[in-house]
Nanobody, 115 residues
Framework: EVQLVESGGGLVQPGGSLRLSCEAS????????MSWVRQAPGKGLEWVSSINSGGRSPTYTNSVEGRFTISRDNAKNMLYLQMSSLKPEDTAIYYC????????RGQGTQVTVSS
């Protein structure tokens, strides 16, 4: 059974930083591309970033380009999202996603950016 467990969210002031983590199990993590998506209050899911199985070719939505960095440690079955220069509009529940075959995601971790 695929399991994805996110952690690292919290309350941070604008301009601050957070590092999200996702612990993966139940599948061959090192063979799977992975993604982060988010859902802001009252809005739908928004793709944030993806990374290929080897940890190369990261891609980002325009609104986080240059502020967020996705990475992974295949030896530890871990996916990360380093978030810097956070803005109030980054407030959302952040989900770790295994896109293939069916977009399985974890329970999410809340990120709140507010002064």
């Amino acid at each position: 059974e695929v399991q994805l467990v996110e952690s690292g969210g919290g309350l941070v002031q604008p301009g601050g930083s957070l590092r999200l983590s996702c612990e993966a199990s139940g599948f061959t993590f090192s063979s799977s591309a992975m993604s982060w998506v988010r859902q802001a209050p009252g809005k739908g899911l928004e793709w944030v970033s993806s990374i290929n199985s080897g940890g190369r070719s990261p891609t980002y939505t325009n609104s986080v380009e240059g502020r967020f960095t996705i990475s992974r440690d295949n030896a530890k079955n871990m996916l990360y999202l380093q978030m810097s220069s956070l803005k109030p509009e980054d407030t959302a529940i952040y989900y770790c996603v295994k896109p293939s075959p069916d977009g399985t995601r974890g329970q999410g971790t809340q990120v709140t950016v507010s002064s």
